[in-house]
């Protein structure tokens, strides 16, 4: 059902159980492969981590999400412009605070994102990496969750583990696993059944699978040069399967799981969230 006046966005955290896996990178390239497909686009950058999207994209951001809670700042002055006018929020040293607003901070919030919302088809939220409260708010306040493995048995022991949590705790049902840094499609294939094997054995849940993205050296030059990957090697084996998956979740875009980016706040801010992990 339409709501009167609210535009529906798509919000898709990315997340994993092991750190460095590639979130990061797959976020910001699969914003500017949304752009391409003439969506717009922010990155909500929720990691506390340091290789954030900013420095991997080189871009110059001043304030944070804990300027709006002092209400020094509107929205428009933290947020950021990327590549091909992908948009991004830094938000990451803000997220302990998200967790204790007062009503006057929340709406606040609430407030600013509803002048921005016409401004936005697609939300993607960086995470952070394991199993903490603040992946959980994340995970669970947006409609999609996709984590991203790489084929090292410990990534792929820690992905089943945040989906087993996300799972007994949070009744989460649906994840799109993503298998990144792999030799070739039967690499990621193997990793995908190894945890859809063991998610349908002791969760009975049945995992999605996103696709894969294979090793690449371009991905590490175009971090040193902190420049997208997709632009400075459009070319490659990598930035070809960013763009088709980009491509793939549009396709597959369901009205059941879209939602307003109020509900997604509203998730994300709401009284009693059982954040105990
Ligand atoms: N497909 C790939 N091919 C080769 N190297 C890759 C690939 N994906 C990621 N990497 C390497 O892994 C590093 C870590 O990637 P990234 O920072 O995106 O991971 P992350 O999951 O966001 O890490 P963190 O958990 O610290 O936030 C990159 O700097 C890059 O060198
Ligand atoms: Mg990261």
């Not at 939220?125 to 409260?133: F, L, R």
Request: glycine residues 6%; hydrophobic residues 40%.
């Amino acid at each position: 059902m339409e709501t009167v006046g609210k535009k529906h966005i798509r919000t898709i955290a990315i997340t994993s159980g092991k750190g460095g896996v590639g979130k990061t990178n797959i976020t910001a390239n699969l914003a500017i492969g949304f752009r391409k497909l003439n969506k717009k686009v922010m990155i909500l950058d929720a990691d506390l981590g340091l290789s954030n999207i900013d420095v991997i994209l080189n871009l110059a951001t001043r304030y944070n999400i804990k300027d709006l809670f002092s209400g020094e700042k509107r929205l428009k002055d933290l947020i950021v412009e990327g590549p091909q006018g992908i948009k991004v929020l830094p938000a990451s040293s803000g997220i302990q605070e998200l967790t204790s607003l007062d009503e006057f901070q929340r709406l606040r919030l609430i407030e600013e994102f509803d002048s921005y919302d016409n401004d936005m088809d697609i939300l993607l939220i960086d995470t952070a990496s394991g199993i903490s409260a603040n992946v959980a708010f994340f995970c669970m306040a947006a409609q999609e969750i996709i984590v991203v493995t790489s084929p090292e048995p410990t990534a792929i022991t820690d992905a089943y583990a945040l989906i087993k949590v996300l799972f007994t705790q949070y009744q989460e049902k649906n994840f799109k696993i993503l298998v990144n840094s792999v030799k070739n499609s039967k690499e990621a294939t193997w990793v995908y059944k190894s945890l859809s094997t063991a998610a349908e054995r002791f969760l009975s849940i049945s995992l999605d699978y996103l696709g894969y993205l294979p090793y690449d050296n371009a991905v590490t030059k175009a971090v040193r040069a902190q420049k997208a990957l997709i632009e400075i090697y459009p070319d490659s084996d990598v930035s070809k399967s960013l763009i088709e998956i980009a491509a793939r979740l549009c396709n597959d875009n369901n009205d059941n799981v879209k939602g307003t980016l109020q509900f997604f706040l509203g998730n994300l801010l709401k009284d009693g969230r059982d954040v105990r992990i």
